[in-house]
């Protein structure tokens, strides 16, 4: 199952995007499309702040109880890490000349160090704009395909130790 979504826990227009693995590379790209078409931009600025955070805080997490019911049944899974067992080895972005795939979730993908000494497997797919939903598809499949598991740094050795 492939999963494209707006963070958030807006029901009506929020909800992830469940699409069995077997949809077309158009289709998979049309998805692809509409969620960064939905996306929108939050003003940081103008987020609530003290009790009025906390009172936000609360509603969001009555929201995501109702998220993850909605979610579990519409896809048939038992938990969200059953869902979310293989995307969370990929990640994506759009930017106004390019969408990026990327096969792991490196918080910082494109930050300025040798990402194959960490991780040999790590790959980017570049597809500009304009694309065909297909092109789309076809980049986010292969990310997603080719995701690496368990990308973590290798553990720091400590000076003086063996």
């Known amino acids: 199952m492939y999963a494209s979504g707006l963070s958030g826990t807006d029901l009506d227009h929020g909800l992830d995007e469940f699409l069995p693995t077997t949809v077309s590379d158009a289709e998979f790209g049309a998805a692809i499309r509409r969620y960064y078409d939905a996306t929108r931009f939050e003003d940081w600025d103008a987020l609530p702040s003290g009790e009025a955070a906390k009172a936000a805080n609360r509603e969001w997490k009555k929201k995501l109880v109702l998220w993850k019911r909605k979610a579990l049944k519409m896809t048939g899974c038992k938990n969200l890490e059953e869902l979310y067992e293989d995307a969370r080895y990929s990640s994506s972005c759009r930017t106004k000349d390019v969408y990026a795939f990327f096969n792991s979730r490196l918080s ?8 194959s ?9 570049i597809v500009e704009q304009p694309a065909s939903d ?3 598809g076809q980049a986010a499949r292969a990310a997603l395909d080719a995701g690496v598991r368990n990308a973590q740094r290798p553990p720091r050795v400590r000076r003086g130790s063996k």
């Not at 910082?108 to 990402?115: G, R």
């Not at 000494?117 to 797919?125: A, N």
């Open 108 to 115: 910082k993908p494109t930050e300025f160090s040798d990402i």
């Open 134 to 136: 297909e092109m789309l």
């Open 117 to 125: 000494d960490y991780f040999p497997d790590y790959r980017e797919f």
